[in-house]
């Protein structure tokens, strides 16, 4: 059982660049999530998708879209990237909104 | 308003108890989580306890809920070295915006 799939693990781009995370679900959850995790900062919901066909701005998405692809997929696009999009980014599911969320391991991203 | 707040660093000898402490603001929560993160991975749930619980008891892990103060605090008995990581607290909110609101999550240092 994958549970929640991320890809790439690492990547690093140049200012400017766009790039796609792509995220993956088997388990069947109706909400998946986009959050960014930075020191002391927490984590901080970019976009969330509460069920297949919504998309909704969680508390930082300036810089970023979301596709909810279908119920499984859930990718995070950065049309320019900027240094300040440094951040290890996790893809999460949950069977509704405000259930238990399972985790992917996460995308280190570094921007320069 | 939405908070979740958490002291960020907690270091203890191995073998000796640590609490982790952790306070919120919605009273109208369903659940309380406890969530793991170790060096370089997601997130995993701990624990949780339902609202209407003042206690939880999992092996070496108790949870004490008291919805008066709106505090939440995870025991870890016998730490080991191995419990060294990032522990967040997090609480449903059951508004119209139903999510998890996450704390900033507590590091903990088991030292030998």
């Known amino acids: 059982n994958a549970g929640v799939t991320q890809t790439p693990k690492f990547q690093v781009l140049k200012t400017g660049q766009s790039m796609t995370l792509q995220c993956a679900q088997d388990?069947?959850?109706?909400?998946m999530y986009w959050y960014r995790q930075d020191p002391g900062m927490g984590l901080r919901l970019i976009y969330y998708?509460?069920?297949?066909?919504?998309?909704d701005k969680g508390e930082v998405p300036n810089g970023y879209n979301v596709s909810r692809l279908n119920k499984r997929e859930f990718s995070l696009r950065l049309e320019s990237a900027a240094p300040s999009q440094t951040s290890v980014y996790f893809c999460?599911?949950?069977?509704?909104?405000?259930?238990?969320?399972?985790f992917g391991q996460g995308t280190r991203l570094t921007v320069v | 308003g939405e908070d979740v707040e958490q002291s960020l660093f907690l270091s203890v000898r191995e073998g000796d108890s640590s609490v982790i402490n952790c306070t919120y603001t919605?009273?109208?929560?369903?659940?309380l989580y406890w969530y793991k993160q170790e060096p370089g991975a997601g997130l995993q749930l701990l624990t949780y306890?339902?609202?209407n619980m003042d206690m939880k008891q999992d092996q070496r892990l108790t949870v004490l809920l008291n919805k008066k103060d709106k505090h939440l605090s995870l025991r870890i008995a016998d730490t080991q070295t191995g419990d060294s990581a990032i522990y967040f607290c997090a609480e449903n909110h059951a508004g119209n915006n139903r999510k998890l609101i996450w704390g900033l999550g507590t590091s903990l240092a088991v030292n030998p």
């Open positions: 306890i339902f609202s």
């Open positions: 998708s509460a069920s297949e066909g919504t998309t």
């Open positions: 388990m069947n959850h109706n909400s």
């Open positions: 999460a599911s949950s069977e509704w909104p405000a259930t238990e969320a399972f």
């Open positions: 919605d009273s109208s929560s369903t659940y």
